[in-house]
């Protein structure tokens, strides 16, 4: 991610962690009160769900590093995290499970609020890509 | 998580707060689950103080439901707030998980 990144956690992937996710995007809205709250609210509930696939599927468990970076452009707001993990094959197209399911709705839920969702295998690690466009 | 739990008249209400994830979740589950063991079958869960639901809590709760069902009793939610209402929107899980605007509305005919 080019630009200034103004919000950036490093650390272990584990349940832990998450709350520092959390508050690194209420640092976000915060400082952001521009930007439409309903946009904010639907980028982290994607941000959550990636997040915390990382941290429910990532290998070895708890010893998976990531460092996340967000940033908010005119036009998008848009998330980079990069995990230490072992390579994580993901299905992006996979429909919204049946409403008897007890998972499988992270990854589609994720896709669908936001505009890009990508993850590529990029120097050991797997590195995830999110935006959400931002409505004028 | 911690959550407040209320023995009504032919229900039980609990009560989480904070985030509903894959953190929290499983120890809700697990005193539902208890619950429905001892015949408390009719489950009020009020969302009033939960900021946001992730993929594990909607797990759950469907979990939860099933589970009370198959017990002859139900689950309902209440007094969901934004975030949740858009997530069981998006998942399609609305149609079998509508929120009652509050808890006392939930467990009114029970």
């Known amino acids: ?136 | 998580m911690e959550f407040q739990e209320l023995d009504r008249d032919g229900h039980v209400v609990l009560a989480p707060h904070g985030r509903l994830n894959l953190v929290s979740a499983p120890p809700l589950r697990a005193r539902i689950g208890d619950l429905i063991a001892d015949g408390r079958t009719r489950i009020v869960v009020d969302l009033g103080a939960v900021e946001s639901v992730d993929s594990s809590g909607l797990g759950a709760l469907i979990g939860c439901l099933k589970a009370a069902r198959e017990h002859g009793g139900d689950l309902r939610i209440a007094a969901a707030g934004e975030q949740v209402r858009a997530v069981l929107r998006l998942t399609n899980l609305d149609r079998i998980l509508a929120p009652y605007d509050s808890a006392e509305e939930a467990g009114r005919e029970w």
């Open chain 1, 1 to 136: 991610m080019s630009g200034d990144e103004r919000y950036v956690l490093e650390g272990f992937a584990v349940p832990e962690e998450l709350g520092r996710v959390h508050d690194l995007l209420g640092r976000v809205s915060a400082d952001h009160p521009e930007v439409d709250p309903t946009d904010l609210m639907l980028f982290e509930t994607a941000v959550m769900e990636i997040a915390g696939n990382v941290v429910e599927h990532g290998l070895p468990p708890g010893e998976v590093r990531w460092r996340l970076a967000v940033r908010v452009t005119g036009e998008q707001i848009e998330a980079d995290l990069r995990d230490t993990g072992h390579e994580f094959s993901a299905d992006f197209g996979k429909p919204m499970p049946g409403v008897d399911a007890e998972s499988g709705r992270g990854l589609p839920l994720a896709s669908a609020v936001l505009d890009q969702l990508e993850l590529a295998r990029v120097d050991e690690g797997n590195h995830w890509r999110l935006a959400r466009h931002l409505r004028p």
